[in-house]
């Protein structure tokens, strides 16, 4: 069974100031929070400070993403190299990066795999738009971005990925799938990573429910058999709301 994680993406929204202010109220609101693992993900800019103020508190930190290269002339981009000596963690293939910057599945894969290679732990976001559920291709859609996304990887390597589900309907608009419908796409998802790896893989890959988590639908998720965490976004930039799911999800340590 997949250990409990909870990753908060701050996404492009606090100054280095205000992200250390964060972090030092974080780190007592998720302390003694057992069997979950906790991971943050700040702007860029304020990484190495985050980081320094979660020494020795069990808190991770990680990336909001990462290009594919190691070095090169790709300017305003930050490589894997970079990145692993002040992070554990980097996600990749979030929606917003696929819907707004046009990020492409091979692009996404090529991040996951240099991401490892590095000795990082990707977070590979999955997820449907609104029509694409609605014309039920939901399944077949984020079946192939699965797929895509771990391309090439052994089971090993899969092993060290975590996948968040995120329907792109229910980011940001107060809008989250049920219960049931986001454990029906997960135990799909677990199909899926269990075909292109094993079973045993597939059980111990955490798979994070994303899209409008709050404290108060977080303890109901929790209860779903396949969703092992959640990847939040506003509620992580409010120490006692994202505290209160962690604290939601450590029922299933």
Known sequence: MATPFVAGNWKMNTTISEAIEL??????????????????????????????????????????????EPKGAFTGEVSGPMLKDICNYVIVGHSERRQILGEQDAFINAKVRAALAVGLTPILCVGETLDQRDANQANSIVAGQIQ?????????????????????????????????????????????????????????????????????????????????????????????HFAAIARAFAIRA
């Open 148 to 240: 895509a996304g771990l391309a090439d990887l052994t089971a090993g390597e899969v092993a060290q990925t975590v996948v968040a589900y995120e329907p792109i309907w229910a980011i940001g608009t107060g809008r989250a799938a049920t219960p049931d419908m986001a454990q029906e796409m997960m135990a799909a998802i677990r199909f899926e990573v269990a075909r292109l790896s094993d079973t045993e893989t597939a059980s111990a890959v955490p798979l994070l429910y994303g899209g409008s988590v709050n404290g108060e639908n977080s303890p109901d998720l929790a209860t779903q058999a396949d969703i092992d965490g959640a990847l939040v976004g506003g509620a992580s930039l409010k120490p006692d």
């Open 23 to 68: 972090a030092r109220e974080l780190r007592p609101a998720l302390a003694g929070i057992d069997g979950v693992t906790r991971v943050v993900c700040p702007p860029l800019v304020s990484l190495a400070g985050v980081s320094a103020e979660f020494i020795g508190s069990g808190i991770g930190v990680g990336a909001q993403n990462m290009h594919s």
